[in-house]
C-alpha cells in the first residue's frame, strides 16, 4: 500500500515537473507519459524495501552554480529527481559514472556515498523527490563508514 502510495505520488509530481519545463504547448486531451520507472538505482543497485514508519514525502529543488560540485553524500531513502537545467556528471563510491542533461529523470541511488559535479557554464537545476519516513534523514553529507 505504501509502495504503490509513493510510486503514484512520484509519477505524477515528474510528470507534472516535466510538462512545465519543457514548454510544450499544453493538449486538449489529458495524458501522462512515464519517465523512468525501475527497482534499479542509476548504477545498477536493487532498491532497498520501503521502510517501515510513517510517510514523509519531500521535494527538493537543488541549484548547483557553474563550476561546482556537491560535497560527497549519500542517502538514505529511495529518491528520483528530474533535470530541469544544465548538465551534471554523478559519481559514485564505486567509479560509477552518470552524465545527466536537462530533460532526464533519475532513480538515484540509495546508501551509497557520491557526488555531482557540474562543469558547465550554467547552474544546474535538478528536482528531487524523497520517499522517506517522519525522523528519518534524505541526506547525510559525510561518507558513510562500513
Keep these: 500500500m505504501i509502495k504503490n502510495y509513493y510510486l503514484s505520488f512520484l509519477g505524477l509530481l515528474i510528470g507534472m515537473v516535466?510538462?512545465?519545463?519543457?514548454?510544450?504547448?499544453?493538449?486538449?486531451?489529458?495524458?501522462?507519459?512515464t519517465l523512468i520507472e525501475s527497482h534499479?538505482?542509476?548504477?545498477?543497485?536493487?532498491?532497498?524495501?520501503?521502510?517501515?514508519?510513517?510517510?514523509k514525502i519531500s521535494i527538493?529543488?537543488?541549484t548547483i552554480p557553474?563550476?561546482?560540485?556537491?560535497?560527497?553524500?549519500?542517502?538514505?531513502?529511495?529518491?528520483a529527481g528530474f533535470m530541469l537545467k544544465g548538465e551534471l556528471t554523478v559519481i559514485d563510491e564505486k567509479g560509477n559514472t552518470l552524465h545527466l542533461k536537462a530533460g532526464d529523470p533519475?532513480?538515484?541511488?540509495?546508501?551509497?556515498?557520491?557526488y555531482g559535479k557540474?562543469?558547465?557554464d550554467?547552474?544546474?537545476?535538478i528536482v528531487v523527490f524523497?520517499?522517506?519516513?517522519?525522523?528519518?534523514?534524505i541526506v547525510v553529507k559525510e561518507s558513510k563508514t562500513n
Design 40 to 55: 534499479l538505482s542509476w548504477n545498477g543497485d536493487s532498491l532497498p524495501s520501503y521502510p517501515e514508519g510513517k510517510p
Design 130 to 137: 524523497y520517499a522517506g519516513t517522519e525522523g528519518k534523514e
Design 66 to 79: 557553474p563550476h561546482s560540485e556537491l560535497s560527497k553524500h549519500y542517502h538514505p531513502v529511495i529518491n
Design 18 to 33: 516535466w510538462s512545465c519545463s519543457t514548454g510544450k504547448t499544453p493538449s486538449k486531451t489529458p495524458f501522462s507519459e
Design 60 to 62: 527538493v529543488k537543488v
Design 106 to 114: 533519475i532513480i538515484e541511488v540509495v546508501d551509497v556515498v557520491h
Design 122 to 125: 550554467e547552474p544546474v537545476e
Design 118 to 120: 557540474n562543469e558547465g
